[in-house]
């Protein structure tokens, strides 16, 4: 049940842009992105929810395809302050706020 | 508080010693979430609290696992007779209503080794 990540990992130089799946099982009411730095704590990016609505506050876009159980997140015009590990959560009830999370994108950009 | 603290922030026990992590909550988020997340692995749940209850305690992995949450707020995951596999980051997290339009605020974590 846990949601599949791809890719695993990217490199990427700075400028360039990513694209991260998140790819579910089950039927989603909202996917979670997160940004985990090696040694630190997840920091929230992007929820979004069943019938589109979109809450985030970073200059990181997203798309959620219900019919396809799918997630994106888009990394436009890298930086290097981008580097960290994106991990997706799904949930499915839509009353708990209960994640459960992918095993996570590693994305590393350079100079 | 500011954010979710967790403590201690790292701990080494020997194998079949019990431990106590603890988490402190934002004040007024109702939700709390535990996770745990092993070396270079994805966040494992283990149990989520609304108020002081545990409608969801599905993740956690054995019976030698419990939490509790008092005052809706602080909680305490204890793990008995530690063993080896317990080695990971545990990390806390709240939410404002538990709902699925409420971000998760994570703590640091507390690094768990089991000698």
């Known amino acids: 049940q846990q949601p599949v990540q791809s890719p695993q990992a990217v490199i990427l130089r700075e400028g360039e842009d990513a694209v991260i799946n998140c790819s ?3 039927a989603l009411y909202s996917v979670h992105w997160y940004r985990q730095k090696h040694g630190e704590a997840p920091v929230f990016l992007m929820i979004l929810l069943k019938g589109g609505e979109q809450k985030g506050h970073e200059k990181i876009s997203a798309s959620f395809n219900e019919k396809k159980q799918q997630s994106s997140l888009y990394l436009t015009a890298s930086q290097l302050s981008y580097s960290g590990t994106y991990f997706c959560g799904t949930e499915w009830t ?3 706020g209960k994640l459960i999370f992918g095993q996570g994108t590693t994305l590393q950009v350079k100079p | 508080g500011a954010g979710v603290s967790q403590s201690p922030s790292n701990k080494v026990t020997e194998k079949g010693k019990d431990v106590e992590l603890r988490c ?3 004040s007024g988020h109702t939700a709390l979430y535990w996770y745990r997340q092993r070396l270079g692995q994805g966040l494992e749940f283990l149990i989520y609290f609304q108020g002081n209850s545990a409608p969801d305690k599905s993740g956690l992995p054995s019976d ?3 939490a509790e949450r008092t005052g809706e707020s602080v909680s305490t995951l204890t793990i008995q007779r530690t063993q080896q596999e317990d080695s990971a980051v545990y990390l806390c997290a709240s939410s404002l209503r538990g709902r699925n339009n409420s ?5 640091n974590g507390t690094r768990l ?3």
């Not at chain 2, 971000?103 to 703590?107: Q, S, Y």
Request: aromatic share 10%; hydrophobic share 25%; glycine share 10%.
């Open chain 1, 94 to 96: 839509g009353n708990t």
């Open chain 2, 103 to 107: 971000p998760l605020h994570f703590g």
């Open chain 2, 24 to 26: 402190d909550p934002i």
């Open chain 1, 24 to 26: 579910s099982s089950k």
């Open chain 2, 64 to 66: 030698r696992f419990s």
């Open chain 2, 113 to 115: 080794t089991v000698t």
